[in-house]
């Protein structure tokens, strides 16, 4: 079993749509990250948590740290935010452990 | 303010030739990261360095792969002989500190190597 589990593994979804996007992980952590990669793109950070909720723009992350668990929301989604979302959580020695991502695609 | 960037972004090179990436991390970030992304896959860390010092190196092959960081600053990573299974993303990141901050990606060099 996977240290951090992500779900769906991909995810199609009509422009305007809600989405969110799971991850579950096992192991101890002193926060999480959520990262978006557009095909072929470099990686960019959304998201470090360490409790509660944190909002930037459309994109809502949530953690409750005593289920080991947190969400991604995109309200109105848009084509613009098809990529792959990775969920990764930093161990107490400041490791990243990754999950496997989820592939987002918005229709117009 | 400028993010992390790496040199070159693509790189094309036979087996056996040798091969070095560069990067800047963003200014006074003192933690940096060097991961291999294959495709499909999530980050795989080869090294991590505070400041000049390689504090996590476990996942380097050392047989083929080096990394130096003079000065505390930018860093590059070598092969020398790349193998074609060395074909994949080389990302580097950097953070305020490895207990401080998310990491800040650079768009990642992609090596071929036929």
């Known amino acids: 079993k996977n240290e951090v589990e992500q779900s769906p593994q991909n995810l199609t979804a ?12 096992s192991v101890g952590i002193s926060a999480l990250h959520w990262l978006q990669q557009h095909p072929g793109g470099g ?6 948590l360490s409790s509660g909720k944190k ?7 949530t953690i409750n740290i005593q289920e080991k668990h947190s969400s991604l929301h995109i309200t109105a989604s848009h084509p613009r935010d098809s990529a792959v979302y990775i969920c990764a959580v930093q161990d107490s020695n400041y490791q990243l452990i990754w999950g496997a991502g989820t592939k987002l695609i918005i229709k117009p | 303010e400028a993010g992390v960037v790496q040199s070159p972004r693509y790189k094309i090179i036979e087996k056996k030739q040798p091969v070095a990436f560069w990067c800047n991390p963003i200014s006074g970030h003192n933690t940096l990261y060097w991961y291999l992304q294959n495709l499909g896959q999530g980050p795989e860390l080869l090294i991590r360095y505070e400041n000049e010092e390689a504090v ?3 996942q380097l092959p050392k047989d083929r792969f080096s990394a130096e960081r003079l000065k505390g600053v930018d860093s590059t990573l070598k092969i020398q002989p790349a193998e074609l299974g060395d074909s994949a993303v080389y990302l580097c ?3 305020p500190g490895a207990s401080r901050g998310e990491q800040f990606f650079g768009p990642g060099t992609r090596l071929t190597v036929l």
Do not use: P
């Not at chain 1, 990686?43 to 470090?48: N, P, T, Y």
């Open chain 1, 14 to 25: 009509q422009e305007g749509e809600f989405i969110t996007i799971n991850c579950s992980y």
């Open chain 1, 43 to 48: 990686i960019v950070s959304l998201f470090m």
């Open chain 1, 55 to 61: 909002k930037h723009g459309r994109l809502i992350a």
């Open chain 2, 56 to 58: 996590d190196d476990s």
């Open chain 2, 93 to 95: 990141a950097s953070s």
